[in-house]
């Protein structure tokens, strides 16, 4: 089936936001007397939720992990978005695919943040849908949010692609059973990979012709 609709993940795909995400762990975990986080939980921050990373962080200390869940609900996000940095020609790509037929959606293990980003940085009109963490029952890799997508659009799973950076997104499109492209270098491995969005029409083309050769 041709490709009709395009997912895509927040961090890492959409924005280069690694500034942003350590800024507030660190920040909450100021508020309740920890550490900053070491350069090895800095890596992982990027691939959780917020109650996945607490979790793992506070393995050992379950009573502390409540409390550091409490403290980021608690702690405003507004100072980070400025850290935030749309991947290059972000608007005119989503535009032009838009343009194009087909419709756009994000699914990212943001939560309350989800809105905010979409508004501040004008994508609110460039996607079709948008699902994160508070809008379904369990976040990536399981596939609630991809599974939510395809209902949104009515299309079968063999018409969308979820572009993600992360290992648990590429579980979560294999679960959900959506084509996926890698986005940089930690899912290079993925059968599709591309360094970076904007060479995504052109990997588009070549899926849809052979969607086409195949029928």
Same mark, same amino acid.
């Given at each position: ?76 996000? #507004?100072? %980070? ?5 749309? +991947?290059?020609? @972000?608007? /005119?790509?989503?535009?032009? *695919?838009? !343009? ?50 395809? #209902?949104? %659009? ?5 018409? +969308?692609?979820? @572009?993600? /950076?992360?290992?648990?997104? *590429?579980? !979560? ?43």
């Amino acid at each position: 089936m041709p490709i009709s609709l395009l997912v895509f993940d927040c961090d890492g795909v959409l924005f280069e936001s690694g500034d942003a995400n350590i800024g507030f762990y660190n920040e909450v975990l100021r508020r309740v007397g920890e550490p900053a986080m070491t350069s090895a939980l800095e890596e992982k921050c990027h691939a959780m939720s917020s109650p996945q990373f607490f979790e793992v962080y506070f393995a050992d200390r379950p009573d502390m992990a409540a409390r550091v869940r409490q403290t980021a609900i608690a702690t405003d996000y #507004e100072p %980070f978005y400025s850290l935030m940095h749309p +991947a290059p020609g @972000l608007h /005119d790509l989503l535009d032009t *695919l838009r !343009a194009d037929g087909y419709h756009t959606a994000m699914a990212t293990n943001r939560g309350r943040t989800v809105g905010r980003l979409l508004e501040l940085f004008e994508l609110d009109s460039r996607f079709d849908f948008s699902v994160g963490t508070l809008d379904v029952e369990l976040p990536k890799p399981a596939p609630d949010m991809l599974l939510s997508c395809l #209902e949104r %659009f009515g299309v079968g799973a063999r018409e +969308a692609v979820y @572009l993600g /950076d992360q290992d648990c997104d *590429l579980q !979560a499109a294999t679960a959900a059973g959506l084509h996926f492209v890698g986005v940089g270098p930690v899912v290079a491995h993925a059968q599709l990979s591309i360094g970076a969005i904007h060479e995504l029409p052109g990997l588009l083309t070549l899926l849809n012709e052979a969607a086409g050769s195949a029928t």
